[in-house]
């Protein structure tokens, strides 16, 4: 593989990769291979960006913690809804939002746990019996929590089992 910055050959490792491409710091994909150059280009082999992305958002919806505003943006845009979409479902001005994923204003309680639900009523890769367990988990679980940014460890290697952190 050919460096795209400077032309030069890439040679591949595996290697953990911090994957902040999705716009979360904290997400770091194991045993991953990567092409790196001399020149200090990185580039991940991501082939299944959707099914990684999925079981990000699945990490983020069961976190005991509240979303900060980065994890609101990732699960919204996971969602494909716009920030106006997502504001009119919420009862919330877009500008609400926007301070919610800009980390100028905390994210409320009710629309945090309200994002986590509506997430899962999109999601068509869980289990009826996995969402309720979910659905009950961050009913009960997130109330007067405070905000962490623990690591999400996740496999790229599709066949071994994902650490969380």
Known sequence: ????????????????????????????????????????????????????????AEDLIIKQSPLTGDEFRFLRKAMGMSAKELA???SVTPVTVSRWENNKEKVGTQSDRLLRCLYLTRSKDLAASKVLKILADIMWGIAGRKPKTEPIFISSAPARERRVG
Not at 4 to 23: F, L, T
Not at 42 to 56: A, D, G, K
């Open 1 to 56: 593989m050919k460096c795209p910055s400077c032309g030069k050959g890439m040679r591949a490792a595996k290697r953990d990769y911090r994957y902040q491409e999705a716009g979360l710091k904290n997400v770091v994909l194991t045993d991953t291979t990567v092409y790196e150059c001399d020149c200090g280009e990185m580039l991940p082999e991501l082939p299944q960006i959707s099914r990684l992305h999925h079981r990000i």
């Open 88 to 90: 009119r479902l919420l």
